[in-house]
């Protein structure tokens, strides 16, 4: 593991934290590169049941590395190439998230801004400390945040979105969980504790009910209601012939806790 991403397991957590605090956390080409092999690891580590991502110091990212992007600028073709590539990478780390079979909860203080907000819209749960802000603000220096987009209009509703795109102002954590881009905000001295409690009370579920039941989650949310629901269904039937289900279950009406392995 990188020193710009550093992996701490506690049990069936894994929690992986972005390491550059010197630079906000930044999304740079490095960062992102790092990232993308510590959720892939993840995605194979079975013993693995929740996953928390954090940030080092007062930032939790303020997404993509703007002086690195400045830079390229240099290069023969005005960095046409290198911003292509930069954000081909971005997109492909940010969809590795719902796609790991693992939830994977954001633990966020001090802001996400851009690249940063859109990490925490492309989790599947967020926990923020009171105080914590969440933009996509390049539209303030004549850079829309069209990529933070894609995972902002998914998690909030268009209007709000689009409000946050075209002003480049903050919202709060408490707005932010009123729109639905996090799930719950406590005080900064509980974040910590707070992730992993949800962390692992998900561990703590069956790991192949879950593991399934997010796979199916975001199947159904790209399909027709009919679709979404004969897909919800077939997933139903797969479930319920798991042995652990048919412990689980036989546990529940014999009122006691279930023995899975």
Same mark, same amino acid.
Not at 139 to 150: A, R, W
């Given at each position: 593991?990188?020193?710009?991403?550093?992996?701490?397991?506690?049990?069936?957590?894994?929690?992986?934290?972005?390491?550059?605090?010197?630079?906000?956390?930044?999304?740079?080409?490095?960062?992102?590169?790092?990232?993308?092999?510590? #959720?892939?690891?993840?995605?194979?580590?079975?013993?693995?049941?929740?996953?928390?991502?954090?940030?080092?110091?007062?930032?939790?990212?303020?997404?993509?590395?703007?002086?690195?992007?400045?830079?390229?600028?240099?290069?023969?073709?005005?960095? +046409?190439?290198?911003?292509q590539a930069l954000f081909e990478a971005c997109?492909?780390?940010?969809?590795?998230? /719902?796609?790991?079979?693992?939830?994977?909860?954001?633990?966020?203080?001090?802001?996400?801004?851009?690249?940063?907000?859109?990490?925490?819209?492309?989790?599947?749960?967020?926990?923020?400390?009171? @105080?914590?802000?969440?933009g996509v603000n390049g539209v303030n220096i @004549? %850079?829309?945040? +069209?990529? !933070?987009?894609?995972? %902002?209009?998914?998690?909030? !509703?268009?209007?709000?979105?689009?409000?946050?795109?075209?002003?480049?102002? =903050?919202?709060?954590?408490?707005?932010?969980?009123?729109?639905?881009?996090?799930?719950?905000?406590? /005080?900064?001295?509980? #974040?910590?504790?707070?992730?992993?409690?949800?962390?692992?009370?998900?561990?703590?579920?069956? !790991?192949?009910?879950?593991?399934?039941?997010?796979?199916?989650?975001?199947?159904?949310?790209?399909? @027709? #209601?009919?679709?979404?629901?004969? +897909?919800? @269904?077939?997933?139903?039937?797969?479930?319920?012939? #798991? !042995?652990?289900?048919?412990?689980?279950?036989?546990? =529940?009406?014999?009122?006691?806790?279930?023995?899975?392995?």
């Amino acid at each position: 593991m990188s020193q710009r991403v550093l992996r701490n397991d506690t049990g069936y957590v894994a929690h992986l934290v972005l390491n550059s605090p010197e630079n906000f956390n930044a999304l740079s080409v490095e960062m992102i590169a790092d990232l993308s092999v510590a #959720l892939a690891a993840i995605g194979e580590d079975e013993s693995i049941r929740a996953v928390i991502l954090s940030g080092v110091g007062k930032a939790f990212s303020a997404g993509h590395d703007l002086r690195q992007m400045q830079a390229a600028r240099g290069e023969a073709d005005g960095g +046409s190439a290198a911003y292509q590539a930069l954000f081909e990478a971005c997109a492909r780390m940010m969809q590795l998230i /719902p796609a790991l079979p693992q939830p994977v909860i954001a633990q966020v203080q001090g802001i996400a801004t851009a690249a940063g907000c859109q990490l925490v819209a492309s989790c599947d749960l967020a926990v923020a400390a009171e @105080g914590t802000r969440f933009g996509v603000n390049g539209v303030n220096i @004549g %850079l829309f945040c +069209s990529t !933070p987009m894609v995972a %902002l209009s998914r998690a909030v !509703p268009p209007k709000a979105a689009f409000e946050m795109l075209t002003t480049g102002e =903050f919202i709060d954590a408490a707005r932010a969980r009123e729109l639905g881009l996090i799930n719950r905000v406590v /005080p900064a001295d509980q #974040l910590a504790d707070a992730a992993m409690e949800m962390a692992q009370l998900i561990a703590s579920k069956l !790991p192949a009910a879950v593991r399934m039941g997010k796979q199916a989650f975001y199947r159904q949310l790209q399909l @027709g #209601l009919g679709d979404a629901y004969g +897909s919800a @269904g077939g997933t139903m039937c797969e479930n319920m012939m #798991l !042995p652990d289900t048919d412990e689980g279950i036989t546990a =529940f009406l014999e009122k006691r806790k279930p023995n899975w392995a």
